[in-house]
Each structure stands twice: as C-alpha cells, then as structure tokens.
T-cell receptor, first 114, second 112 residues
Framework: GAVVSQHPSRVICKSGTSVKIECRSL??????MFWYRQFPKQSLMLMAT?????????EQGVEKDKFLINHASLTLSTLTVTSAHPEDSSFYIC??????????FGEGSWLTVV | RKEVEQDPGPFNVPEGATVAFNCTYS??????FFWYRQDCRKEPKLLMS???SGNEDGRFTAQLNRASQYISLLIRDSKLSDSATYLC?????????????FGGGTRLMVKP
C-alpha cells in the first residue's frame, strides 16, 4: 500500500480560484518533502523543497507567492496553487523522505484549470 | 543544456528483445543515480539504484560511468509489461533523500 498519500488525485477548478493539494506520509515521519510538476510528455520538474517547521526552498523560476507550501507537521505538507490559471494545469506530485533516506512518491494530483 | 539528458524515444521493440537506454548528466558533483519507471499518468517508481561497479536485478542491468557522466540501463528478454517511460534520475547528494533531477524519460513500447 501507499506510504505517501496525495489528495485529491484529480481536481478541476475555475480560473482565478485557489486549490490545495495535500501530501501525507502514512507510516513514517517525513523530514523533507519535495513538490514536483510534470507537464504532458515532459520530465518531472522540482518546484520546491519543504522541511518541517521552516519555509520552503523554491527552485528558480517558481513563484513562491503563487505556489504556497506549508509543512506544518512531520506527516503533512500542502501545496496551494493560488489564483490558478489554465497554464497551471499539470500533474503535481510530492515525494517524501524519512530517516532511512528512501524516497516515496505520492500518487500525484491532476489539476485542470478551466 | 539540460542537467540530465535522455533520448525520448519511443523505442519500439518486440517481446524478448534486449534494449538499452542511455543517459548523460552535466553536474560532475552528482552523487547518486537511479532509474525510475513511470507508467502513463502515474507516479514514478524506483526501478534500481545505479552504482559505479554496475548492478543487476533480474533482467535489468544498470551501469554508471562517472568519468563520462553517463548512465545506462539494459533490459533483457523484454516483456509487454516493461512498456513504460524510464526516467534517469540524478541526486545532488549521496543519499536517496537528496534533491533529485529527472531526465525527460525514454519511452519503451514492447510489442507482441
């Protein structure tokens, strides 16, 4: 079974609204979580690194005010896409690492902005 | 230049064929290397880590050449279920938990 749960798996939202995606580690405490975005037929692109209790570190070109990341506990990180636009439609996926340094990916979230 | 480069394919091969994928990376300081498999519209799943000495897992063999900054994956006796996109992944640190950079993936289609 999944050890990293991502929710929702699919979401459709209207342009201009915000949508929150949750990433939970189920069986372990995730000290670090990563958020990726994948456009069709392209590779996963790292958006940000999230450490529990501290501000996320964003990759170059990723707007921190648009993609809000909160890692309030060792088992939960959230990504909020604010003021979503159709070009934000993509596959968003999180990964988490625990003390064993194994990476676990969430199942991904398909976001469609209409 | 992309940090991790792969031939996007697709590689169309018959069942039972042997197929090889290559990958190059630009950051000589990279310390960990992996092959992931990603099925359509799903999350990537770790296929195998790659070590300088080369490693094998059943029908899959991975090789790393640090001098040439080159990683390979060999699949023998291809199965229909091997059809997927194979991602070459490079880590900035020595552990799997460090930030990963994904190649664009190589698509494999195994035909009956």
């Amino acid at each position: 079974g999944a050890v990293v749960s991502q929710h929702p798996s699919r979401v459709i939202c209207k342009s201009g609204t915000s949508v929150k995606i949750e990433c939970r580690s189920l069986d372990f405490q995730a000290t670090t979580m990563f958020w990726y975005r994948q456009f069709p037929k392209q590779s996963l692109m790292l958006m940000a690194t999230s450490n529990e209790g501290s501000k996320a570190t964003y990759e170059q070109g990723v707007e921190k005010d648009k993609f809000l990341i909160n890692h309030a506990s060792l088992t939960l990180s959230t990504l909020t896409v604010t003021s979503a636009h159709p070009e934000d439609s993509s596959f968003y996926i999180c990964s988490a690492t625990g003390s064993g340094n194994t990476i676990y990916f969430g199942e991904g979230s398909w976001l469609t902005v209409v | 230049r992309k940090e991790v480069e792969q031939d996007p394919g697709p590689f169309n091969v018959p069942e039972g064929a042997t197929v090889a994928f290559n990958c190059t990376y630009s950051n000589s300081a990279s310390q960990s290397f992996f092959w992931y498999r990603q099925d359509c519209r799903k999350e990537p799943k770790l296929l195998m880590s790659v070590y300088s000495s080369g490693n094998e897992d059943g029908r899959f063999t991975a090789q790393l050449n640090r001098a040439s900054q080159y990683i390979s994956l060999l699949i023998r006796d291809s199965k229909l279920s091997d059809s997927a996109t194979y991602l070459c992944v490079v880590g900035r640190g020595p552990n799997a938990g460090n930030m990963l950079t994904f190649g664009g993936g190589t698509r494999l289609m195994v035909k009956p």
